[in-house]
């Protein structure tokens, strides 16, 4: 939706308003308005103006397809990070489809966007489980 971020819902849990935090130091408060555990996805509204949305890539990409994840790894001073890998295989699990890659993602940077070559999402990655820990409220 326009207006409208993503992340994960392990990182929002028990939040109506949020923080949020944005690469070079911007912040901005958020408000909650849609989160699904199960599914481990939250929606946000920012409150304040300017911020761009970002292009979807509504088709999958195909097997070997280069992906990068970019997010804020087990701390601030890793703000940023960019890791790149392959499209490996596509699953189907309990929580429905998602996109297996060799990216290495971990709590930090679960939740942040995949991106196709092209700079479109693809998907939201996700942290195996046992990575998947509290963070504080802020988004990056």
């Known amino acids: 939706a326009d207006g409208m971020l993503l992340t994960s819902h392990h990182v929002i849990a028990g939040y109506s ?3 949020l935090r944005f690469y070079g130091g911007r912040e901005i408060e958020g408000e909650v308005v849609a989160s699904n555990a199960r599914r481990d996805v939250a ?6 103006a300017g911020v761009a949305g970002l292009p979807l890539r509504l088709e999958p990409p195909a097997l070997t397809s280069t992906v990068f994840v970019i997010g804020t790894p ?3 001073s890793n ?3 960019v ?3 392959i499209v490996s295989a596509f699953r189907e699990e309990k929580q429905g489809p998602f996109i297996q890659s060799n990216v290495a993602v971990t709590h930090g940077n679960s939740g942040g966007p995949m991106f196709d070559d092209q700079g479109n999402v693809i998907e939201q990655p996700k942290a195996p489980p046992q990575q998947q820990v509290r963070n504080r409220p802020s988004l990056r």
């Open 17 to 19: 308003h949020v923080r």
């Open 43 to 48: 929606l946000i509204k920012p409150t304040g």
């Open 74 to 76: 087990a701390r601030t």
């Open 79 to 81: 703000e940023g990070s």
């Open 83 to 85: 890791i790149s890998g």
